[in-house]
């Protein structure tokens, strides 16, 4: 199947830094280079920190109170592609990031009226940033967990930079993006929206 390329395509980036805006994220910067490929491949893009909204422990949609994770969801939702871009510490994904796998946990009930989960007809990218080694077992650890809930994941879905091993230069002091970096986004972007194109004119049999 040959995805039609006029169709429009929305994408999402939950950026999962552990600073709060206004300060400068390398896992923000990094968000905004996946979405200038993916603006070129015609999607539709918009980023949420979450450190900057009370996202309250839990794997249920609503955790009710002060809970401000209803509203993310829901960007969440409406997007054909989700970004998940993150940092590494100490080897693993931010805890951010880790507290908004388990609250989207809630969407393996949330079907739709063939049975489906409603995030199936959706796909997953994710980046990560850091200056030690281990961006292939955070970009697995995530990937898994986004699979888990039903996205798919396109051929090279993810992109990465890491400084070398117990420096302190990080992503956003580089004076440029590496061309290897630079193409292997570029390749992440295209993919997903083919791949999001593509599910959104036919997505996977219904469950029986």
């Known amino acids: 199947m040959t995805a039609d390329e006029s169709s429009p395509v929305r994408a999402i980036a939950l950026v999962c830094s552990l600073k709060p805006s206004p300060a400068p994220s390398s896992s923000e910067l990094m968000a905004e280079h996946v979405f200038q490929s993916l603006r070129k491949e015609g999607a539709v893009c918009e980023a949420v920190r979450c450190v900057d909204f009370h996202i309250a422990p839990g794997v249920e949609a609503d955790m009710g109170d002060s809970d401000q994770w209803p509203q993310i969801r829901q960007k969440v939702l409406d997007a054909d592609i989700l970004l998940l871009s993150t940092p590494i510490w100490l080897g693993h994904p931010s805890s951010v990031t880790q507290r908004v796998l388990e609250r989207l946990d809630a969407e393996l009930s949330n079907t739709d009226d063939q049975g489906r989960p409603v995030m199936a007809g959706k796909v997953a990218l994710v980046s990560v940033v850091g200056n030690e080694d281990g961006a292939h077992k955070v970009v697995a650890d995530v990937f898994q967990g986004l699979n888990d809930v039903g996205y798919s994941i396109p051929a090279q879905g993810c992109t990465y930079w890491t400084g070398p091993a ?38 996977y049999p219904a469950y029986e």
């Open 166 to 203: 117990m420096g302190s230069e990080d992503y956003k002091d580089l004076d440029g993006v590496p061309e290897q970096v630079a193409a292997t986004t570029a390749a992440a972007a295209r993919n997903a929206v083919h791949l999001a194109r593509v599910l959104k004119q036919s997505t």
